[in-house]
């Protein structure tokens, strides 16, 4: 982790919309929407996210539920779990990943 991440641990919950400059990583639970244009979100394996997701590369190893939209691509480690569409370029589910959406390649708008 460098010094641009911000880390939401994993007893910390938090309601409303997070936004940061650099990379998040979620091991806690957010709720409501989670921006960073330029770098990555990482939703940990404790981390549950109940929000619309926006980033550059978003990882998901624990659960998210809502869209995500990334400029990059997106990757669903096996044991994770997404429910909700996804828009970007490239994605990657694993083996042993659960995903309940739509995918759509493309390049999303509002990142």
Not at 26 to 54: C, K, P, S, W
Request: proline share 2%; aromatic share 2%; with cysteine.
């Amino acid at each position: 982790m460098d010094e641009r991440t911000t880390w939401i641990e994993q007893e910390t919950r938090v309601a409303g919309s997070v936004e940061s400059a650099g990379s998040l990583l979620i091991d806690g639970e957010i709720r409501g929407q989670l921006v960073t244009a330029r770098d990555a979100v990482t939703v940990g394996a404790t981390g549950v996210v109940t929000a619309i997701v926006q980033g550059h590369d978003v990882l998901v190893r624990g659960v998210v539920v809502g869209d995500i939209c990334a400029s990059g691509g997106v990757e669903i480690i096996s044991g994770a779990k997404v429910v909700g569409n996804i828009t970007a370029p490239r994605v990657a589910v694993a083996a042993g990943a659960r995903l309940q959406g739509k995918v759509f390649y493309a390049t999303p708008t509002r990142v």
